[in-house]
C-alpha cells in the first residue's frame, strides 16, 4: 500500500471511530427523571422576628368652606 492510502485508511477509521462515539453519547439510555417539586419546610417563629408596626392613619383633611 502506499502512503497516501494508509494515511486515508487512517484518517477515515479516526473519522468514523469519532462519529461512532458522538453516536452512542447521543443514543446512551438516559435514567428516567423522577420530577420532585421542592416543599418548603414549615416556618418557624423565632424570637428575633419583630411583629410589623400599625401604620398611622392619615391625619384628617381640613374642612373647606
Same mark, same amino acid.
Given at each position: 500500500m502506499s502512503?497516501?492510502?494508509t494515511a486515508g485508511w487512517?484518517?477515515?477509521?479516526?473519522?468514523l471511530g469519532v462519529l461512532a462515539?458522538?453516536?452512542t453519547e447521543l443514543f446512551r439510555r438516559q435514567p428516567v427523571k423522577v420530577e420532585q417539586r421542592y416543599v418548603a419546610p414549615q416556618a418557624?417563629?423565632? *424570637?428575633?422576628v419583630r411583629t410589623p408596626? &400599625? $401604620? *398611622?392613619?392619615?391625619?384628617?383633611?381640613p &374642612? $373647606?368652606?
Open positions: 502512503v497516501g492510502k487512517t484518517l477515515g477509521g479516526l473519522l462515539g458522538f453516536a418557624t417563629r423565632t *424570637p428575633d408596626s &400599625a $401604620v *398611622p392613619e392619615p391625619a384628617p383633611e &374642612a $373647606v368652606h
